[in-house]
């Protein structure tokens, strides 16, 4: 008798497991994912206008002693990270920098997963990250499946991030993510401890979840 339950238990898992494989190979209508957004200058700010030191007078020579000598614009710093110019998402690694992580936000160039738990994501996240709690993939929730299917491009930069320090579950969301395609999967191994200590910006608040 005892062998009964036991194939009787196998039989059950392995059919829940075909009923599962079989549901994600089904078409599904979901809306479409949220495009990320254009680089935009977010610090921009109006161009100062240069003194007219001739009263007025069109025609008068500039005073050699107060002509500029051209000068190249720094970078971008916020706080304790510093925007890279001219970074190419597609050069980088698995690992990224602060600097890295920060110009990939500043210039909306890939999407944040926080993957930490919903409540500790609700009280304080990196700004315009999305949460994606590391058993939300383990236990294939609902709000698991629904993030695999509102992002076709399996080419689409992601930055993965949690706690930091001794935190794993950057790197085992890697590891589901990439069994399911996605290709640009960078880790921010400082996690949100670093981000907040070099002054970024955050956010607060529930994420809307992709099951919409």
Not at 4 to 19: D, F, M, P, R, T
Not at 136 to 153: E, I, K, Q, V
Request: with cysteine.
């Amino acid at each position: 008798m005892p062998n009964v339950y036991v194939q009787a238990a196998i039989v059950a898992a392995v059919g829940l497991g075909l009923a599962v494989w079989d549901s994600s190979r089904r078409p599904v209508s979901l809306p479409a994912p949220a495009e990320v957004k254009e680089p935009s200058a977010r610090r921009s700010g109006p161009t100062p206008t240069p003194p007219n030191d001739a009263a007025g007078s069109p025609d008068a020579a500039p005073d050699p002693d107060r002509v500029a000598a051209p000068t190249n614009t720094p970078p971008a710093t916020t706080a304790g990270a510093t925007v890279i110019p001219g970074l190419d998402p597609a050069a980088l690694g698995v690992n990224i920098s602060l600097n890295e992580a920060w110009t990939l936000n500043e210039n909306a160039q890939a999407v944040f997963l926080d993957v930490r738990a919903a409540d500790v994501f609700a009280a304080g996240h990196i700004r315009e990250a999305r949460n994606l709690p590391f058993t939300d993939l383990t236990n294939a929730t609902a709000n698991g499946l629904a993030f695999l299917r509102a992002y076709p491009d399996r080419t689409q930069h992601f930055v993965i991030y949690c706690g930091g320090g001794d935190c794993h579950d950057s790197e085992n969301v890697r590891t589901i993510l990439v069994t399911q395609g996605f290709s640009n999967l960078h880790i921010f191994r400082e996690g949100y401890p670093g981000w907040t200590g070099a002054g970024l910006p955050t956010e607060r608040g529930a994420d809307r979840g992709f099951a919409e």
